[in-house]
């Protein structure tokens, strides 16, 4: 007789394991057939790498979990890796050693080295390459800043013994011992062509990069049975890496976003919207990023708006304004109070991201009277990302054609109801939320268990129905028109911080 849980019994195809590597914290989980967690483990750190420690951590903790409900780890068919895109990890290729903490993604110490390439012959050219503007955010001027700033990455790249990798090839090195990336990851860097798929000397040259004297990843899908390798050591020794997928792209599978036309938006320590549009990479004119969607079999390619500071403006009241203990409660602090009281909270701790693309801003505060509470500020900071949400899908619609006509949504923000009632009300469209926000690590577990036949696409579409809240507009379009007009004219006066 099996004397295991009823939910144990019950998964009789296995389970699906997947790393969840983010800007703050690690965390392992384990999904069973149906696309519910079972087991997870986080672990939450500063902002210093490269390390795998805590990736490790994670796993070992979710597997006792796993074990502890009666499963085996005979029953983990697969895993799958997301990650934090952009952020530049270098290292020496002989012994394996870190030459520099990792560059993390909204990192604006490259501004003045990029307003430098800026001015360099060829440089609007680029962005019909690789999809991606010049700016502060991909992994190219990380790269270069290091060169040119690290004498002991220099020397490694003058003795051709320099490896440079997203987070996603570190952790696979590190885990399964292969040197690969994904095409999600690899479509972030700016080095990689996004129509063949394959490093393009053209970029490289921009940046007077020889590929002799560094290593580069091998580029592969994001659903393969083989490409990545097998865990090498620890409690999940043997046991496949079969998918891979920048957290962005992870959330859009998460998502079930299979089809053209169709959106996501992830709240966390900064906010991603990516729309779907097929088979065929579409260069923004209006101020998005061109990017690989996923690859599960042949690509597809969305237009990405990123927010660089979402999550991050709560932490921001928390850690340096002490208006709250915890981030969940920014929402009971904005209910003090029923409006934001003419408060605009521009918050470009790292300038502007999507689709302004303003460098030299700063974050800014406009409105103050001797009226204004710690609640409007609150209230400001939520509105922030929604406005700059709408600013992205106004750039979406003029590049697509296509109007959006609901807006899925995950991450830690879409926890606050406040939130996505402001966010339904400013762009004017329902906000459909699942019970479970997990849609990130659930995009890789999709990815990887693709690879190995364990899911399909009507399986995954199939995933999280139950619990989902929509949220419609309940503001006029004239009352929203006029938030967002007194939100551009608060970003027109936040440029120009930085001489």
Not at 125 to 147: A, F, N
Not at 373 to 387: P, S
């Amino acid at each position: 007789m099996d004397e295991r849980p009823a939910s144990a019994q019950s998964a009789q195809k296995g389970f699906i394991g997947s790393i969840d590597q983010g800007t703050t914290s690690s965390r392992f989980l384990l999904f069973d057939s149906t696309g519910k967690p079972v087991a997870s483990h986080q672990v939450e750190f500063k902002q210093l790498y490269p390390q795998s420690g805590s990736v490790e951590t994670c796993i070992e903790e979710a597997t006792k979990q796993f074990l502890a409900a009666g499963y085996d780890v005979s029953e983990i068919k697969a895993i799958g890796v997301t990650n934090q895109r952009e952020t530049t990890l270098v290292w020496d290729s002989n012994t394996g050693d870190p030459l520099n903490n990792a560059i993390v993604w909204p990192d604006t110490r490259t501004q003045a080295l990029v307003r430098d390439l800026k001015a360099k012959k060829g440089a609007l050219d680029l962005q019909s390459v690789c999809g991606l503007p010049l700016s502060t955010y991909p992994s190219s001027v990380k790269l270069l800043w290091l060169l040119h700033n690290n004498s002991k990455v220099k020397k490694a790249y003058e003795d051709s013994r320099l490896s440079f990798g997203t987070v996603d090839a570190w952790l696979l090195l590190n885990l399964t011992g292969r040197f690969v990336t994904d095409v999600t990851n690899a479509s972030r860097t700016m080095f990689l062509n996004i129509h063949d798929l394959k490093y393009d000397d053209i970029l490289l040259d921009f940046f007077k990069l020889d590929r002799s004297q560094l290593k580069l990843a091998e580029v592969v899908s994001s659903s393969h049975p083989d490409a990545f390798g097998c865990i090498q050591d620890g409690c999940l020794k043997g046991i496949p890496v079969t998918g891979c997928l920048g957290d962005q792209s992870a959330a859009l599978v998460g998502q079930s976003a299979f089809s053209p036309g169709m959106a996501k938006n992830t709240y966390g320590t900064g906010c991603f919207l990516l729309y779907n549009v097929g088979n065929s990479p579409v260069i923004s004119k209006h101020g998005l990023l061109a990017t690989v969607a996923y690859d599960l079999g042949k690509p597809v390619y969305a237009l990405e708006g990123s927010i660089a500071v979402a999550g991050s403006a709560v932490k921001f009241l928390v850690n340096n304004l002490g208006f709250f203990k915890e981030s969940h409660e920014i929402s009971d602090l904005a209910l003090t109070v029923k409006d934001n009281g003419g408060v605009v909270f521009v918050t470009a701790f790292s300038g502007l991201f999507a689709p302004y693309w303003i460098d030299d801003a700063k974050g800014t505060i406009f409105g103050i009277t001797h009226h204004t509470e710690r609640g409007h500020i609150a209230r400001a900071t939520l509105e922030a990302t929604c406005f700059q949400t709408k600013a992205i899908l106004d750039a979406m619609e003029k590049d697509s054609g296509h109007k959006l006509l609901e807006l899925a949504v995950d991450g830690g923000m879409s926890n606050s109801d406040l939130c996505m009632q402001t966010q339904a009300d400013i762009i004017g469209i329902p906000v459909d939320r699942p019970a479970m926000r997990e849609a990130t690590a659930l995009g890789a577990a999709v990815a990887a268990g693709f690879a190995i036949g364990f899911w399909n696409e009507t399986d995954v579409k199939a995933m999280n129905r139950e619990g989902r809240k929509v949220f419609s507009p309940q503001v006029s379009q004239e009352e929203s028109e006029k938030m967002f007009k007194r939100w551009e004219r608060a970003v027109e006066m936040g440029r120009g911080w930085i001489e």
